[in-house]
């Protein structure tokens, strides 16, 4: 007998094929514009690096325009004797000469560089703790919620840190003058603040009698005696010192300002119900948790004292007998001064390297930022 041939065609053959695998026109056009998408994002992920160097250029062409040619230039002219006048490339190469007279070389120029050191080292110890503590302080005192018109306070208080250094700097000589109002506050009258130039040392130690270096404090180190050394900071800059920690405190104020409101309340309650004292709370509780703001405090402190310079140059020009007399001065007066832009230079290679050794210092003192508790 003859097989009777199926009805319907058989499973797999290709008339059933390609009838379950041909889709709708409208799938096909869904998977296409689904295919496009993945693609055009693939696109966009790998331009995704070009994209952000495109939006960071302007901002990295002012570091290189702005900050790492004269930096460089700057090294590269501390190698040359460059009067300042003229091209630089048309200078003559004096090797190591320029910063053999700063350090090994006897000479003026290498004991005006140990004044400005001498100066600017005690301005740093005296300036960055006490402007920081006491910009904690007022940080503190505004923030306290009892305190009524804090907003006009914080204002106030800021408000010099805004103000021209030059202007402020000219009120203090006023304020500070021999005839000035500080003195007649004073129950004493008869200080110079601005002309006197013994250190601090040197005059405590005059009230007890002692009105010249001992025999031992003779020696020479770096060019000035180890008494020059020891006799701290003069009269004058002392009250320079005074100028730089009340313009400065603002600032810092509000820094310290802005890691106070990040301490949730609910943590200093819990210390006082778990009974803390005032003190405890501060020392346990708040003052580890501003580590951030103290280091951001305390480094923008030394940077800023190191290169201290318009409140110095104001007043009195380094002097009196350069007891004020800073690094950053120095390179104003060699460059501009002398003519000695060579020499200038290498005094701010210098000062380049001892701020960044000190930052160093007060990292490894204090920690880095990013060490909260």
Not at 101 to 118: H, N, V, W
Not at 223 to 241: H, N, Y
């Amino acid at each position: 007998m003859t097989e009777t041939a199926s009805a319907g065609p058989v499973s797999g053959s290709p008339a059933m094929g390609g009838a379950a695998q041909t889709a709708p026109p409208s799938v096909r056009r869904r998977k296409g514009r689904g295919n496009r998408g993945r693609s055009q994002r693939a696109t966009l992920h790998r331009r995704d690096p070009l994209i952000g160097w495109l939006f960071a250029a302007p901002a990295l062409l002012g570091l290189v325009v702005f900050l790492a040619i004269p930096i460089a230039l700057t090294l590269w002219v501390s190698f040359r004797d460059w009067t300042g006048l003229g091209s630089p490339f048309d200078s003559e190469s004096v090797g190591l000469d320029n910063y053999r007279e700063l350090l090994t070389e006897p000479g003026l120029r290498r004991r005006d560089f140990a004044i400005s050191l001498r100066n600017t080292f005690y301005y740093v110890i005296i300036v960055v703790p006490v402007q920081t503590f006491f910009a904690m302080f007022l940080a503190f005192l505004v923030n306290q919620r009892f305190l009524r018109g804090r907003g006009g306070f914080r204002t106030l208080l800021y408000f010099p840190s805004v103000t021209s250094s030059i202007a402020i700097t000219l009120i203090w000589l006023v304020l500070f003058a021999q005839s000035g109002i500080v003195n007649r506050i004073l129950p004493f009258s008869d200080i110079n603040w601005f002309d006197e130039p013994n250190g601090l040392v040197h005059n405590l130690l005059g009230v007890f009698g002692v009105d010249r270096a001992p025999g031992w404090a003779e020696t020479e180190v770096f060019e000035l005696r180890l008494w020059d050394w020891l006799s701290g900071p003069s009269v004058a800059l002392l009250t320079i010192m005074l100028l730089a920690i009340w313009t400065t405190s603002g600032t810092m104020m509000l820094i310290f300002l802005g890691g106070l409101q990040n301490i949730s309340r609910d943590i200093e309650e819990a210390a006082a119900v778990d009974g803390a004292t005032w003190w405890k709370r501060f020392r346990y509780v708040v003052l580890p948790m501003l580590r951030p703001q103290m280091y951001l405090a305390v480094t923008l402190g030394v940077i800023g004292t190191w290169q201290v310079f318009d409140q110095v140059y104001a007043s009195n020009l380094g002097g009196p007998q350069k007891t004020t007399l800073t690094p950053a001065l120095l390179v104003y007066l060699q460059a501009f001064d002398n003519s000695q832009a060579g020499l200038a230079a290498a005094t701010a290679v210098i000062l380049f390297f001892i701020i960044l050794l000190f930052t160093f210092l007060q990292r490894r003192v204090t920690g880095s930022s990013d060490q909260t508790p």
